[in-house]
T-cell receptor, first 110, second 114 residues
Framework: ELKVEQNPLFLSMQEGKNYTIYCNYS?????LYWYRQDPGKSLESLFV?????AVKQEGRLMASLDTKARLSTLHITAAVHDLSATYFC??????????FGTGTRLQVFP | EAQVTQNPRYLITVTGKKLTVTCSQN?????MSWYRQDPGLGLRQIYY???????DKGDVPEGYKVSRKEKRNFPLILESPSPNQTSLYFC?????????????FGDGTRLSIL
């Protein structure tokens, strides 16, 4: 059974600190997405990672993909309150099915 | 404006009363999909469609039907809703698989089945 595991599930961090969210998956995939969801809102695409070694950066967020290790990371640099949200990784299977991780709820406090 | 539109946004109904949640996209996307989101379970794919008249099951298709008669529309049908289908539902669309483009999500439909 395919599993997509994120950790931590909940992250409370102070403004200005750095942290990494991990996304591990249990089958072969060449595509992985990261999404953000604010409470009561829809999902917003953050990053599309298409190959091994892919690295994408946008503002204080940087995502990477290691297909050999079946691992993606979302690194947060110098966190600010506006980054508080739930972050999901999603793995694309060859059949085009999309499997989401359970999400990481991030809370940034002053 | 490029968007995925779901209707209704909220619905409270009773067990066994057939309902349809509509989804429409204006981006000429080939791929469309339905998900349900439940606390502690994340998002789970119900059905997806690669193009007109091409649909396939996701991870939790039981109790749901879909159709793709037109490229822009992908309705989700609950023939005989039950309380365990109470959830938040999202429709999404994207270009074809090799495009490398992410899925665009609608605003969600919150269904309560009593």
């Amino acid at each position: 059974e395919l599993k997509v595991e994120q950790n931590p599930l909940f992250l409370s961090m102070q403004e200005g600190k750095n942290y990494t969210i991990y996304c591990n998956y249990s089958t072969t995939s060449d595509r992985l997405y990261w999404y953000r969801q604010d409470p009561g809102k829809s999902l917003e695409s953050l990053f599309v990672l298409l190959s091994n070694g892919a690295v994408k950066q946008e503002g204080r967020l940087m995502a990477s993909l290691d297909t050999k290790a079946r691992l993606s990371t979302l690194h947060i640099t110098a966190a600010v309150h506006d980054l508080s949200a739930t972050y999901f990784c999603a793995v694309v299977l060859n059949t085009d099915k999309l499997i989401f991780g359970t999400g990481t709820r991030l809370q940034v406090f002053p | 404006e490029a968007q995925v539109t779901q209707n209704p946004r909220y619905l409270i109904t009773v067990t066994g009363k057939k309902l349809t949640v509509t989804c429409s996209q204006n981006m000429n996307h080939e791929y469309m999909s339905w998900y349900r989101q439940d606390p502690g379970l994340g998002l789970r794919q119900i059905y997806y469609s690669m193009n007109v008249e091409v649909t396939d099951k996701g991870d939790v298709p039981e109790g749901y039907k879909v159709s793709r008669k037109e490229k822009r529309n992908f309705p989700l049908i609950l023939e005989s809703p039950s309380p365990n289908q109470t959830s938040l539902y999202f429709c999404a669309s994207s270009l074809w698989r090799g495009s490398g483009q992410p899925q665009h999500f609608g605003d969600g439909t919150r269904l309560s089945i009593l």
